[in-house]
């Protein structure tokens, strides 16, 4: 597309217009999908519950979302007299922007990527580790109670996870031996000469499951979403939120699980390829299989929403230090231990 | 052009942030315009090609050390009158500080201007096909593998050295064990009973 741009209108306005552009293929459907996978996570809660779920608002209740978007959109914001109004109008716009960003370095196909760098997975890493200031701004700036005690749990929570799942990747990474997301997905080509991703690798499965859990706890979805336990915090920190701004952490949030699925894709499961090495599965566009993987991925976090009830805060503690830390950190060893003896001969 | 623009951008924001760290009223406020200053620190590092580093200072200051940062200073009990009271006392001190730093500015400008010590040990140009980390990685393991592990063992005394310092076994501690949690079954707690009618269930 770069190319295409400039040799219209010279390499610079070339590369800033096709830039913008891809940044609106990426930010205007995602923004489409994060409407339709929120109808998509009340109608799968609602399917395992037992009850029909949003089934008024269009045909099935498709525009569900659409509808409640306008809703908010017409609503009045509120900021309450107490708080910090400079910082409280600016948490939503930074969960909402730093869950948009990272989607630059996901690759939807073979030469499908915003941005290729090779750091792709540490602009991920350092992207994820924003998220929490979205949280603890909006916690800090209500000037609440139940809020603020959000915002600690939050700062906790997503920094204590945030190690695992360094961990997990830097095992992804001994495999891969590269940091770039497209050579990632390029090195899950073809294992045992018909399958492709790493997930299928009994060596890294293990790390997957790491991975999964984590992602939930990083995007604070229901087993661990203590940041807005509505028995204990009425709704968190977005307690005091109203309106557009309630509407952007929203937005946020599910932007933010998609990509986590989307991840979890990428990394374990072979991205835009297909899950079987075999040449007539590639007639499908590697975006579907991308689609597909994220769906399914999704599903699982529906279910697990839907089925499973929430941690304790120790309990999360628990998980994430005494049981995953020296999980993830053992398997670096074991992971890298049978790299050396088998892909580098043995000797450093 | 657009990379001379974005140093100007990057290190005007830089130290328009920087200044605002220290004199912004509210230490929440500050804490935030010190992670802005650390991600332009990090945009001044990728102008440089280091993208290696540039990820790592925000994954690190920003992502980990400025949260910790933030979660003390939420927690304070600010008084605004006796933080500007606080000024005049430590003004002394404050001033020492400050000419001694813009001494040493002018010193290294100074130095630099007048040429590098050693031409060859300034600069060892990696070529464009080694990538960032792996240059960084291949000295860090075999010319540096000492100093960066003792680097390590250090970090490690220090986070035992926390540990040991901060941690209390309570006597009257009631931490759950988990394992004895999930082995426990219905049976251990409850029984089922075929109460007749008028008579009194026996616990």
């Keep these: 597309m770069t190319d295409f741009f400039a040799s219209y209108l010279g390499y610079e306005a070339g590369w800033f217009v096709a830039t913008l552009i891809g940044i609106l293929l990426i930010a205007l459907p995602l923004m489409l999908a994060v409407a339709m996978i929120i109808y998509a996570d009340r109608k799968i809660?609602?399917?395992?519950?037992?009850?029909?779920?949003?089934?008024?608002?269009?045909?099935?209740?498709?525009?569900?979302?659409?509808?409640?978007?306008?809703?908010v959109f017409l609503q009045e914001t509120?900021?309450?007299?107490?708080?910090?109004?400079?910082?409280?109008?600016?948490?939503?716009?930074?969960?909402?922007?730093?869950?948009?960003?990272?989607?630059?370095?996901?690759?939807?196909?073979?030469?499908?990527?915003?941005?290729?760098?090779?750091?792709?997975?540490?602009?991920?890493?350092?992207?994820?580790?924003?998220?929490?200031?979205?949280v603890i701004i909006a916690g800090w700036s209500s000037n609440s109670k139940y809020p603020f005690y959000s915002a600690l749990r939050a700062a906790a929570q997503m920094v204590s996870y945030e190690v695992s799942i360094g961990?997990?990747?830097?095992?992804?990474?001994?495999?891969?031996?590269?940091?770039?997301?497209?050579?990632?997905?390029?090195?899950?080509?073809?294992?045992?000469?018909?399958?492709?991703?790493?997930?299928?690798?009994?060596?890294?499965?293990?790390?997957?499951?790491?991975?999964?859990?984590?992602?939930?706890?990083?995007?604070?979805?229901?087993?661990?979403?203590?940041?807005?336990?509505?028995?204990?915090l009425v709704a968190g920190y977005q307690t005091e939120y109203s309106s557009m701004a309630f509407a952007l952490f929203w937005l946020g949030e599910y932007a933010n699980v998609l990509l986590m699925c989307a991840l979890n894709a990428v990394l374990f499961w072979g991205g835009w390829l297909p899950p079987i090495d075999w040449a007539p599965l590639y007639a499908v566009p590697g975006i579907l299989w991308l689609f597909a993987k994220i769906f399914f991925f999704f599903f699982v976090?529906?279910?697990?929403?839907?089925?499973v009830p929430r941690y304790?805060?120790?309990?999360?503690?628990?998980?994430?230090?005494?049981?995953?830390?020296?999980?993830?950190?053992f398997w670096i060893f074991i992971v890298s231990g049978f790299l050396m003896l088998t892909r580098y001969g043995g000797h450093a | 052009m657009i990379q001379a623009f974005a140093f100007y951008l990057f290190?005007?924001?830089?130290?328009?942030?920087?200044?605002?760290?220290?004199?912004a009223r509210n230490p929440v406020h500050s804490v935030l315009w010190l992670?802005?200053?650390?991600?332009?620190?990090?945009?001044?590092?990728?102008?440089?090609?280091?993208?290696?580093?540039?990820?790592?200072?925000?994954?690190?200051?920003?992502?980990?050390?400025?949260?910790?940062?933030l979660f003390v200073v939420m927690m304070l009990d600010i008084d605004f009158a006796e933080l500007r009271a606080g000024f005049t006392k430590y003004l002394g001190v404050g001033s020492v500080l400050a000419v001694a730093l813009a001494a040493e500015i002018v010193i290294a400008i100074a130095v630099h201007s007048a040429g590098p010590i050693d031409l060859n040990s300034r600069m060892a140009p990696t070529p464009a096909t080694v990538s960032n980390v792996q240059a960084i990685g291949a000295l860090l393991y075999t010319r540096y593998l000492y100093i960066f592990e003792a680097a390590g063992l250090v970090l490690l005394v220090a986070m035992?050295?926390?540990?040991?310092?901060?941690?209390?076994?309570?006597?009257?501690?009631?931490?759950?064990?988990?394992?004895?949690?999930?082995?426990?079954?219905?049976?251990?707690?409850?029984?089922?009973?075929?109460?007749?009618?008028?008579?009194?269930?026996?616990?």
């Design chain 1, 167 to 232: 961990f997990v990747l830097i095992s992804v990474v001994l495999w891969a031996g590269t940091f770039n997301l497209q050579g990632i997905i390029d090195a899950q080509r073809g294992l045992y000469g018909f399958i492709n991703g790493f997930g299928f690798n009994p060596l890294l499965f293990p790390m997957w499951v790491v991975f999964l859990i984590s992602s939930m706890a990083e995007t604070a979805r229901t087993p661990f979403d203590l940041t807005e336990a509505e028995s204990e």
């Design chain 2, 35 to 69: 992670i802005l200053a650390f991600f332009n620190a990090a945009g001044l590092m990728l102008l440089l090609g280091a993208e290696f580093i540039a990820m790592l200072l925000v994954i690190v200051y920003v992502g980990a050390v400025a949260v910790l940062f």
């Design chain 2, 160 to 203: 035992i050295g926390a540990i040991v310092l901060t941690h209390r076994t309570r006597r009257d501690d009631r931490a759950q064990k988990a394992s004895r949690q999930i082995a426990r079954r219905p049976q251990d707690a409850t029984r089922n009973v075929n109460q007749p009618v008028g008579v009194g269930v026996e616990l």
């Design chain 1, 312 to 329: 304790r805060y120790d309990q999360l503690m628990r998980l994430g230090w005494k049981i995953f830390l020296p999980l993830s950190l």
């Design chain 1, 301 to 307: 976090f529906s279910w697990v929403k839907a089925t």
């Design chain 2, 11 to 23: 290190a005007g924001l830089m130290i328009l942030s920087a200044g605002l760290t220290i004199t």
């Design chain 1, 45 to 71: 809660w609602a399917a395992m519950a037992l009850r029909r779920g949003p089934n008024v608002v269009g045909p099935f209740g498709l525009l569900q979302s659409f509808a409640d978007g306008l809703k």
């Design chain 1, 78 to 134: 509120i900021i309450p007299t107490a708080a910090n109004r400079g910082l409280f109008l600016m948490a939503p716009i930074i969960t909402f922007t730093v869950a948009l960003i990272s989607w630059a370095v996901i690759p939807f196909g073979p030469d499908m990527v915003l941005a290729n760098i090779n750091v792709g997975l540490l602009y991920i890493l350092a992207v994820s580790s924003l998220g929490v200031y979205g």
